[in-house]
């Protein structure tokens, strides 16, 4: 089941910007890490970015290091990812999830989805 909802995605030249929102669709869930996920097609789901729930401490794939940027909003149990500087490599489905674990950045540890919205990125 869709248990969380992203916002934000749509097309963007090379260069510019989007702003992705992720928020639970229903019922609040606890999770100890939020994280974005990207697939592109013909590719496998990829690692983007994580932040902890506890403390705040993030951790990005080196791809997008320096130009994304993942936050959240804990009064409105939101996560963000602002993404600056884009390439059209970074073209995919963005995809937010959630798991109760610590840290990871695996997407089989992750048990909280969004059925994701869509990044394209033109030249």
């Known amino acids: 089941q869709v248990q969380l909802v992203e916002s934000g995605g749509g097309l963007v030249q090379a260069g510019g910007s989007l702003r992705l929102s992720c928020a639970p669709s229903g019922r609040t869930f606890s999770r100890s890490m939020m994280g974005w996920f990207r697939q592109a097609p013909g590719k496998e789901r990829q690692f983007v970015a994580v932040i902890s729930r506890n403390d705040g401490a993030t951790y990005y794939t080196e791809s997008v290091e320096g130009r994304f940027t993942i936050s959240r909003d804990t009064a409105k149990n939101t996560v963000y990812l602002q993404m600056n500087s884009l390439k059209p490599e970074d073209t995919a489905v963005y995809y937010c999830?959630?798991?109760?674990?610590?840290?990871?950045?695996?997407?089989?540890?992750?048990?909280?989805w969004g059925q994701g919205t869509q990044v394209t990125v033109s030249s």
């Open positions: 999830a959630g798991t109760s674990l610590r840290w990871t950045t695996e997407t089989k540890f992750y048990d909280y």
